[in-house]
């Protein structure tokens, strides 16, 4: 396996994934970097590929679109805010979010992110698996 990965935006995947609450709309989803071709992951992750790293997406939540609340086990996951305004919720608890904004979940918490304001949500979600040591 190489020591290295690199990727332009021109290089990744764009897909459209109808997974917000409501009905209201799809996110839009770029997979810069990562062993998951397309939400949800179906299957089990390839340790050759990735090791304990999984992904990272730059998503775009639509006026009034969210992913609802979810429950991560066996791996952590962060959203880092690039544009927009909206609302997380971590662990029941509701925090708004604006560029630069971030937010993180261990194992064993829940998060989901919802778009508040006027333009869209554009935010970086990057997952890692639990290191085994």
């Known amino acids: 396996m190489d020591k290295y990965v690199y990727r332009n935006i021109e290089d990744a995947p764009a897909y459209d994934v109808a997974n917000c609450e409501n009905g209201a709309g799809t996110i839009a989803n770029v997979t810069l970097f990562g062993d998951e071709a397309k939400m949800p992951v179906v ?70 992110i919802r778009n508040t304001g006027s333009t869209p949500l554009v935010y970086l979600c990057v997952e890692t698996g639990l290191v085994n040591n």
């Not at 730059?58 to 429950?71: C, K, M, Q």
């Not at 997380?88 to 608890?93: A, E, F, I, S």
Request: net charge negative; hydrophobic share 30%.
């Open 43 to 112: 299957g089990p992750r390839n340790p050759e590929a990735a090791d304990n790293f999984h992904y990272v997406h730059r998503t775009t939540l639509p006026v009034g679109g969210g992913v609802g609340e979810h429950l991560h086990t066996g791996n952590e996951q962060f959203y880092l805010i690039i544009e927009g305004e909206g609302e997380v919720t971590l662990c029941g608890k509701v925090m708004p979010v604006k560029p630069w904004s971030i937010a993180l979940i261990r194992s064993g918490g829940s998060h989901g």
